[in-house]
């Protein structure tokens, strides 16, 4: 505990103290000190000093402060210490300015703590900033008169008072002696220090008589010191007098200081303080013995006090304990002043009680319902703050209502993120991120986690369509699956933009199907045909393939109609060219080409030989046709027959090379098929073409003894091609080749 250090007395003009208002910051000293410490450092609430007013109304103040140290003016002290005790003075009122503010807002229906706080911090000049410490401290706060050191008042104050100048003993018969042999009135010295015997006597016996009452009372103290100053205005005289009388002035005004201190009745942490301090004087005298009394009496029932209210502090949150305890405090005999802050605790404590047994069913039954727990939030506030819900029985509700309210809280937000961000499926996955940090599965929380997932099923849902959408890549079929899905996302705009830009791709499918359509619709209509083509040409998208392989067929039926109608017409009457324009129009199996075939019957007519007689006879047997044999002494081939399709193969092996058809325009398929006798046919591994265009042209094998390969005819006008296989044994060694030939007959006209 820091001791109770007076700083200055002085005197007001204001009116007396038992004329101050109530509402005076002096008269609520106390009530500052209280509102301070409960939201400020106590440093902060000792920058004021505590007022001690006179009760007799001379307007004297006597300014005191728990800090321990010498107090020293601001004004005194170098200029780095002013300048340290400045800083702290403003961060000190500036605290207090804040708090003045935050209970202005926090607290409106109770504004006089704020209030007496803004009165409080109006500063009162740098005379009055004293540092005790290095701490700085006000005196003459509130916005009073600053006051003036009490010359006047009464005796005077020995802390400010300089003590007499004090002359020699011997000065005054020397005097004496002088004024003798000078005067020559020894007569009349001798009558003078006769009367100064006989005063200086009266001033001894009085003042024995005034010490004996031991400052009770203390105004024969006070008639001597002013009869010192009538008869002795020099200090010239009783020195030792003047001495002992203004001592016990000084002893019994410090005795009057500690019953008025007492008097106010000081908070019990000041009391030790004052306990110290009153160490220093004669406790075996009187008052300082009744004081010792009263104050020893005071410190026990603090000391008592201070034990209950450990006991209360430490079952604040058993409300049957504290009820229990309230029984004690009850029968306590303990003073007013000592029990009053113990009372207003166990007030707290029950009031805490009560509320907590009230509030209890209440969270739990509106737990779900956000706007009935901001009301509930609301309403409970101001009990809260006053009732400090940190500590139990209301810490647990305080913490279940800010968790309910936080779930309220999270689900506005969410609901407000999940408002804006419909389009957004990052957003919508950064949410559900949040909202699993939580308890999804508890209200309001479960409804804003269940349209969450709704819309991310969409989310999903739409990436599986953009992927789709992706991977048709022009199929029709494929695009009208995922134009069947969007159906039933129909009125959600999170689709609107796949079903846009779905909308054009399906829109060319359906004009492919429609030109399918057409060209199967066609016939023999070439025009309508060729015009078509044109349509097509311009359209390079994969989904027109089909009706372009489709119109291939038409096109080329109308081709080959022109072709031939075009060589009809240029053939006129030529016989030679009418033949061979027959004989192709055999190998031609096209119906289309039937007005051609009747024009060019009803013309080539006359190029015919009239039939001859009919000679009744009977036909020989046909023959097979003859078969070539090969030796295994490779003679040379022999020739070709004219119109066969079939040669020899020469070597160490018989067979046959047979071409199918022997002849062909430019484009036709031609079938090769090399046939090799057993047993040499056991040994061939591979038959491959030696032709020097076509030489690793390797033909398959079909059977036990036969090998083909489909083939192209390929030449731009008319001519022979020299056909040549090999057949080769497992080592690589050609065991028998054959040569042939074919007619390519150039490209059709």
Known sequence: MTPSVRILTLIYAGPPADRLPPDHPWQQFDALGRTLRRHLPGATAAVFARPEIAVDGSGTVTWTSELPGQPRPLTDLPDEEQAAARRILDDHLNAISHLADELTRREPEDPEPARLLIRAIVYPGDEAVYVIGGAPVLISWGGTDP???????????????????????????????????????????????????????????????????????????????????????????????????LTEIGICEEAALFTERLATEPPCDHLPALDEELAFYDLEREPFRALKAELDRRISACARVDGLAQRLDAVAGDCLAVAELEREIATLDAPRSEIAALRIGLDRALAACRLAETLGPRLTEVSTDCTALRTLARETAPAFVELDASRPPLSEIRRGLDEALARCDLADHLEGELARSQDDCLVLAGLDETLSRHDPEREPLAAVSERLAIALRQCADLNDLEQGFAEANGDCDRLQALADGLDAYRNNLRFL???????????????????????AAIGGDCAKARELAASLAEKGDPRFAKARDALKAPIADCDRIDRYTRRLAEAGTDCTRLVALERDLKRESAPTLRPVRVELGERIGPCRPPPPKPVVAQAPPKAPPPEIKISTKSPAPPPTPKDSGSFAMRGECTGRLTIDPTSGWDGDRVRHIVTIDPPASERVARVTSTNPGCRNCALRKIGRNTWRGDLFYGCRGRGIVQVSYAAYDASGRVICSGNGSDLCLGRRR
């Open 147 to 245: 006051g003036r050191p009490p010359h006047a008042a009464g005796a005077s104050d020995p802390a400010t008072v300089p003590p007499a100048p004090r002359r020699p003993a011997w000065i005054l018969p020397l005097l004496g002696l002088i004024a003798f042999a000078t005067l020559g009135l020894g007569l009349a010295l001798g009558v003078w220090l006769w009367q100064l015997e006989e005063t200086e006597q009266g001033l001894r016996e009085d003042l024995d008589a005034a010490l004996a009452n031991q400052c009770d009372p203390a105004a024969p103290l006070l008639e001597i010191a002013s009869r010192l100053e009538r008869i002795d205005r020099e200090d010239a005289r009783y020195a030792d007098i003047r001495m002992a009388v």
């Open 497 to 519: 933009d796949i079903r846009t830009r779905l909308a054009p791709e399906l829109q060319l499918c359906s004009e492919a199907d429609a030109l399918e359509e057409q060209i």
